[in-house]
């Protein structure tokens, strides 16, 4: 089972910190994407879980921050200095193939999805 964990309803400028877990599997790297509603899915960040290498989307560069826990295929989203247009739903979602497009920011290179958790930034 795989589910997001740790949304919630924050003012601007809060704090939040996301969690997801997937024991029992393979994973070279996990991601987190976001949903606002009537938009596309979109690529909020990834990191490998071997080399600890880690990608942002601009609009969320030097805000937040993913890691890796010292679990197993454990990963956290800390988003610091929340924004409205931060508000969606956050799926994570695990890359299980050995071969790496390089496409990071696609829904395609994953193959896995968690159950969402919802976060609402007020303004």
């Known amino acids: 089972q795989l589910q997001a964990f740790g949304g919630g309803l924050v003012q601007a400028g809060g704090s939040l910190r996301l969690s997801c877990a997937a024991s029992?599997?393979?994973?070279?790297?996990m991601g987190w994407f976001r949903q606002a509603p009537g938009k596309e899915r979109e690529f909020v960040s990834r990191?490998?879980?071997?080399?600890?290498?880690?990608y942002y989307a601009d609009s969320v560069k030097g805000r937040f921050t993913i890691s890796r826990g010292n679990a197993k295929n454990t990963v956290y989203l800390q988003m610091n200095g929340l924004k409205p247009e931060d508000t969606a739903v956050y799926y994570c979602?695990?890359?299980?193939?050995?071969?790496?497009?390089?496409?990071?920011?696609?829904?395609?290179?994953?193959?896995?999805w968690g159950q969402g958790t919802e976060v609402t930034v007020s303004s």
């Open positions: 029992g599997r393979t994973v070279y790297a």
């Open positions: 990191i490998s879980r071997s080399s600890g290498s880690t």
């Open positions: 979602a695990l890359d299980q193939d050995v071969f790496y497009s390089g496409r990071y920011y696609s829904t395609g290179e994953y193959e896995s």
